[in-house]
């Protein structure tokens, strides 16, 4: 079956600290994965989509980053966290190929302190 | 290249009265359409969807939508809003092209007064 699985679910981390967010997929092959943000009352915001291994497109300038090391896996990372970074982080997968059905991570809560 | 345009930031209704959430979206290519709510410090859950079968798609908790293509729009409605449905929800589209691209709306915040 297909899935997608991300953590973690909540986090508080102190500014200036690093941030690791991590987003697999099962049941499929080269997906088109998205990072997406949803800042308090904002809707949701694209960050991050990726096509295949090691491509990453940017949205949004920010002190973000997002890596694709593996086919199925999506990484969201921060070297230095600001407190404009809290948010609610969620990955998406579009499948299967054409786009009809998507799949949602459980969602990511941060808060930066 | 595709876009998702939800017509009102806020829609106020009363308990018993009927629903309407707008959205209207572009695509270069045949579209599939979602409507998602998220309700406080919660998760995205679906709706419904249109995948280019029938026209006027039922959902969940009461609520349909109907795409209309000449219109391009892909609006959210229910007979009768309940206390449970205030809520904020999202009009999503991708493209039925071999590269999918996902495209939300902005949003649309339900309030419900009694």
Redesign the interface.
Known sequence: SQTIHQWPATLVQPVGSPLSLECTVEGTSNP?L?W?RQAAGR??Q?LF?S?GIGQISSEVPQNLSASRPQDRQFILSSKKLLLSDSGFY?C?W?GP??????Y?G??S?LTVV | AQSVTQLDSHVSVSEGTPVLLRCNYSSSYSPSLFWYVQHPNKGLQLLLKYTSAATLVKGINGFEAEFKKSETSFHLTKPSAHMSDAAEYFCVVTSNSGYSTLTFGKGTMLLVSP
């Open positions: 088109n998205y997406y809707g949701l694209l989509y096509v969620l998406a579009i190929p054409g786009g009809n059905t998507i949602f459980e969602g809560w």
